[in-house]
């Protein structure tokens, strides 16, 4: 069972803790993210993404934010929930340097999906 997060308080904990905090947002994010995807595929653990991204320079975190989406999408697809190409929205938004919106958008979905 995922957690429910207040997102303005993730938010404001991730800056106040200079990115600290982003980096446990992310982490547990991909865990619920993959906890409530039912995909048989191989799922990348929290830990294991954060690594990548900062093993690349943050280009498989570009990656991740597209396939947080399809997850997210998949997940919403299950429970009968309309569903859009959010990946393109997120990888869009970090692209430009808004990773922080991607996070808050993602988390909003995963609260509503608890």
Known sequence: MIQ???????????????????????????DDANAVSMSAGSNTSGGVAFLLSLITCGIYGLYWMYKQGEKIDQAKQ???????NSGILYLILAV????????????????KLA
């Open 4 to 30: 429910q997060r207040n997102v303005a308080v993730c938010i404001i904990l991730s800056i106040v803790t200079c990115g600290i905090y982003g980096i446990y947002w992310f982490i547990v994010l991909t």
């Open 78 to 84: 299950q429970k009968n929930i309309p569903s859009s």
């Open 96 to 111: 430009v340097g808004l990773s922080i919106i991607s996070y808050a958008l993602m988390q909003n979905e995963l609260n």
